[in-house]
């Protein structure tokens, strides 16, 4: 399984950016995906998962609950994080991941792509 994420920048407080996560090596019917973002001199956190097929479960952090989305498209192999409302504690460098959804651990890891919010 491989993970390529896109789509960070720097952009102005109050603004927006869609992340990309491309996703191939596998079929991801039984996976669960979801996007970290490791802050400088802090851990690396989780802020939204979905389930790749069927109900898709969508969970958010509270941190970012009501401005960031998750999504994906199947067809594509594709998931999504769009980022609204965007804050300068957004700032980051945000990963995307894979895990079975039978395993609790997240095995795949894309690169990190740097998020930059300017106040």
């Known amino acids: 399984v491989q993970l390529q994420a896109s789509g960070g920048g720097l952009v102005q407080a109050r603004g927006s950016l869609r992340l990309s996560c491309a996703a191939s090596?596998?079929?991801?019917?039984?996976?669960?995906m979801g996007w970290f973002r490791q802050a400088p001199g802090k851990e690396r956190d989780i802020i939204a998962s979905?389930?790749?097929?069927?109900?898709?479960?969508?969970f958010y952090v509270e941190s970012v609950k009501g401005r960031f989305t998750i999504s994906k498209v199947n067809a594509n192999n594709t998931m999504y994080l769009q980022m609204d409302t965007l804050k300068p504690e957004d700032t980051a460098l945000y990963y995307c991941?894979?895990?079975?959804?039978?395993?609790?651990?997240?095995?795949?890891w894309g690169q990190g792509t740097q998020v930059t919010v300017s106040s």
């Open positions: 991941a894979a895990r079975l959804i039978t395993i609790g651990s997240w095995n795949y």
């Open positions: 979905i389930n790749w097929n069927g109900n898709s479960n969508a």
């Open positions: 090596g596998g079929t991801f019917s039984n996976y669960r």
